[in-house]
């Protein structure tokens, strides 16, 4: 295993290396794939933990599992024709993974244990400057493949540090802790929580759930996959690619089509009807008590926040160990919880599932800062002003330094096929680069702001505007009230976008030898 200590010194005109992409989950693994397979080879991967997989390496709390079809959350080139069921668990995923990064021979690019905790421009060289650890690496190109949920959420409950049992983060689970007979308090109802309620309620002695914000549920069709199918998705790799291609399409309809298509009156009572189904039918069915049933269901409309996916969540709360808590915290003492009413409730194991800052939002970046060209700093970019950017790329202020997920950036289908899609991006900036011998790239300000504001006019048309979805708290939201989350176009758009943008929409200059190791 190559480490960061084999890093060799740069010169004055020429970095380290012509590439570094930051993350080795499912966005930096395929971005690094499709730099490969473009003749790029002077590239690394930094990764901060020892293993790869992103969140499929973090989560693996009980119940972790996808909730995406399998055959869609995979990339379109390397597909599985082996997944266990219709929505694996989370290690199944992180399989997939390792055979990838072995598939393509990504183990020599990797390094491991390698935080990047700052990043800084260097106008004089046309170089990123990278703190690693108590060293600096450069680099020419700087491709953030980091994902969305950057950095833990840390709750701000008093007296948390004075609880004297055990405390379990979703994204930080000690397998070694036994819940078995246990006094549980889980604090949020986010899409952790909906897979960790019903996994642990069984052993649990007594379950408590504080909610501040109903989800929506949807029920979970999750049939393991017959042998004989896997056999012939073996056999006939075709027959896979038409069923990814089918739940992709479906998957768009439902999560596009319904969001930009809003504003028709057949969209509006489909959404509707679909509303009525869940809160009528299927709670009704998993709910017993109508106090309890009014208080798990949702005031905003459907779709202004993502749904979970389960047929075991709702159905939980019937038991009589299980307690839904909606009056708020006040703190957290020695020996439990204390709501707001004066109630305290005694707890041996507090699990928080209070999601995370999205990496549209200033404190990732106030820990890890990025300054770019002129004194441009990511983190007050993004606390003081309404966030932008180019195709969801690139963002001026920041020179060679390209987003597989940036604001705006995604779309439907799935995270596979945004990752695709930013990939092609990158690397025909990269492919202009290299012909004009250019050694600073930047999107320009006029083309960012032309983009940005298609993609705010669309947003003002949707579903978010229209359903009720003020008091979704949904993470598609930033600060500002912009929906920076989603691209509001179907992928095949998006994606055709990528061949078709000017490519004069970037400002293209050079100072120093370009030394792009390209075929």
């Given at each position: 295993m190559c480490s960061a200590q084999s890093i060799v010194p740069a010169t004055v005109d020429a970095p380290q290396f012509d590439v570094v992409i930051i993350g080795a989950g499912i966005a930096g693994l395929g971005t690094a794939v499709m730099l490969k397979e473009h003749g790029y080879t002077d590239f690394v991967v930094l990764e901060r933990a020892a293993d790869i997989g992103g969140v499929w390496r973090d989560n693996q709390y009980p119940g972790v599992a996808v909730d995406i079809?399998?055959?869609?959350?995979?990339?379109?080139?390397?597909?599985?024709?082996?997944?266990?069921?219709?929505?694996?668990?989370?290690a199944e995923v992180k399989a997939y993974l390792d055979d990838f990064v072995q598939h393509f021979r990504?183990?020599?690019?990797?390094?491991?244990?390698?935080?990047?905790?700052?990043?800084?421009?260097?106008?004089?060289?046309?170089?990123?400057?990278?703190?690693?650890?108590?060293?600096?690496?450069?680099?020419?190109?700087?491709?953030?493949?980091?994902?969305?949920?950057?950095?833990?959420?840390?709750?701000?409950?008093?007296?948390?540090?004075?609880?004297?049992?055990?405390?379990?983060?979703?994204?930080r689970w000690d397998p070694t802790c036994d819940l078995t007979g246990q006094r549980v308090a889980i604090v949020g109802t986010g899409a952790s929580a909906v897979q960790i309620v019903p996994a642990i309620a069984e052993r649990v002695a007594h379950l408590d759930v504080y909610q501040r914000t109903p989800i929506w549920i949807v029920p979970k069709l999750d049939p393991p996959i017959p042998a004989t199918l896997q056999r012939v998705f073996r056999r006939f790799p075709s027959a896979q690619h038409a069923l990814g291609r089918t739940l992709r399409a479906a998957?768009?309809?439902?999560?596009?089509?319904?969001?930009?298509?809003?504003?028709?009156?057949?969209?509006?009572?489909?959404?509707?009807?679909?509303?009525?189904?869940?809160?009528?039918?299927?709670?009704?069915?998993?709910?017993?008590?109508?106090?309890?049933?009014?208080?798990?269901t949702p005031t905003y409309g459907f779709g202004c926040k993502r749904p979970s996916l389960s047929s075991t969540y709702l159905r939980a709360f019937n038991e009589p160990h299980v307690e839904l808590v909606c009056d708020p915290i006040d703190r957290?003492?020695?020996?439990?919880?204390?709501?707001?009413?004066?109630?305290?409730?005694?707890?041996?194991?507090?699990?928080?599932?209070?999601?995370?800052?999205?990496?549209?939002?200033?404190?990732?970046?106030?820990?890890?800062?990025?300054?770019?060209?002129?004194?441009?700093?990511?983190?007050?970019?993004?606390?003081?002003?309404?966030?932008?950017?180019?195709?969801?790329?690139?963002?001026?202020?920041?020179?060679?330094?390209?987003?597989?997920?940036?604001?705006?950036?995604?779309?439907?289908?799935?995270?596979?096929?945004?990752?695709?899609?930013?990939?092609?991006?990158?690397?025909?900036?990269?492919?202009?680069?290299?012909?004009?011998?250019?050694?600073?790239?930047?999107?320009?300000?006029?083309?960012?702001?032309?983009?940005?504001?298609?993609?705010?006019?669309?947003?003002?048309?949707?579903?978010?505007?229209h359903n009720g979805c003020q008091t979704a708290n949904s993470y598609y939201f930033d600060r500002n009230g912009d929906l920076t989350f989603l691209r509001l176009e179907g992928f095949a758009d998006a994606l055709a976008a990528q061949d078709t943008f000017p490519l004069d929409d970037y400002e293209f200059s050079s100072r120093v030898p370009a030394t792009l190791a390209h075929r």
């Open positions: 079809p399998s055959h869609a959350y995979q990339f379109s080139y390397f597909l599985r024709p082996d997944w266990s069921r219709m929505y694996p668990l989370g990504l183990r020599p690019h990797l390094r491991l244990n390698s935080a990047v905790t700052r990043r800084d421009w260097d106008e004089e060289t046309h170089c990123w400057r990278l703190t690693v650890g108590d060293r600096v690496i450069t680099t020419r190109w700087v491709i953030s493949a980091v994902g969305n949920f950057l950095m833990p959420r840390s709750p701000t409950i008093a007296g948390l540090a004075d609880f004297a049992g055990t405390v379990l983060y979703s994204q998957m768009e309809w439902l999560l596009i089509g319904g969001v930009l298509n809003y504003e028709r009156a057949a969209t509006r009572r489909t959404v509707h009807a679909l509303t009525w189904l869940l809160r009528e039918v299927f709670y009704r069915r998993c709910v017993r008590d109508r106090s309890l049933r009014q208080r798990l957290v003492t020695a020996a439990g919880v204390q709501t707001v009413d004066g109630i305290d409730r005694p707890v041996d194991v507090l699990v928080l599932a209070t999601g995370f800052h999205m990496a549209h939002e200033p404190e990732p970046y106030r820990a890890n800062p990025v300054v770019g060209s002129d004194g441009f700093d990511l983190a007050e970019c993004f606390a003081r002003q309404r966030s932008r950017s180019y195709e969801g790329v690139s963002i001026p202020g920041l020179p060679n330094h390209l987003f597989v997920y940036g604001p705006y950036g995604g779309t439907g289908g799935t995270y596979h096929d945004v990752v695709e899609m930013a990939g092609r991006h990158i690397v025909r900036v990269l492919d202009e680069a290299h012909r004009r011998n250019a050694t600073r790239v930047e999107v320009s300000e006029a083309a960012a702001d032309r983009w940005t504001a298609t993609m705010r006019e669309r947003a003002s048309r949707t579903l978010f505007t």
